[in-house]
């Protein structure tokens, strides 16, 4: 069986049978979210609670990652840590990522040397009615290059900009971010046939990996299934999706220079990420 890693998928509240994903993946980010957000028709997300315990349970296999309110200070960082975070989650800021206000969260993030997911391009948006009030929906808060900003910044941070910036993905290659060996891309979104092509006509470019070593930006890839776990009907149809997303992949790679890669973006980058930063 191939050795998968998904960098980024979220947890159900009272979630089930997550044992199911135990001899399929190696590890699993579980990505918190704002726990009043409704999902229809499967509750909400998890708790902060719930994802320590699932954490705790399966110890190595599912990865705990804080969702940072970028109305609150860097307190918030202190004490995720303190209760067992290992990473963070950015998505919805109400200002752009790179908002100078924001700076001393980074901060206390690059002291702790975690690495953190960043929402990347569109978000999908609710009616007024029924927006969350954590949230800021302007995609233009999270575009790739505000990232880019940050990765020069705190090269302390891991930073992973979630799919591939869509629509914004022309700034990840116009800006060069596969030079800064800080800054690795997840797969995940629900336009999967653009981001394979999308990955397809670069991942063959020189890329920078941390330590200042020479690799292909490939490298920098990482598998996501940006998907919720915790309910066996949404397991099925989750690790489907992977299994044709991971065949699309390496019939893409077939062939190409890049083919060898594959192993890393199914699981060796974000095995390499946890690595440097000693978190596993
Ligand atoms: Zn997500």
Known sequence: MKKLISAHSHLLTKPVELDFFADKFSQIWLLELP?????????RPSTEDEILAVAKQ????????????FRKGPDQIDRAVEKGFIGFKGICPQKSYDDESYFPIYERIAKYHCPMVFHTGYVSTPAY?????????QAGNMRPASLYTLAHLFPEITFVAAHFGVP??????DLEIRLLPNFYID???GHSEDILNIVAEHAHHEALLPGGEKGLFADKFLLGLDAYLGHPQLH??????CNEFVAELEK??????????VPGILAGNAERIMKENHLL
């Open 187 to 189: 797969l995940s979104g």
């Open 168 to 173: 914004w993905e022309r700034e990840l290659f």
């Open 58 to 69: 399966f110890p190595g296999l599912y990865l705990p990652f804080k969702w940072v309110d």
């Open 236 to 241: 099925q149809d989750v690790y489907a999706y």
């Open 35 to 43: 726990n009043i957000i409704e999902i229809p028709g499967y509750t």
């Open 252 to 261: 893409k790679a077939a062939g190409t220079v890049w083919e060898k890669s």
């Open 129 to 137: 009615s029924k927006r969350c009030p954590d949230f800021g929906y």
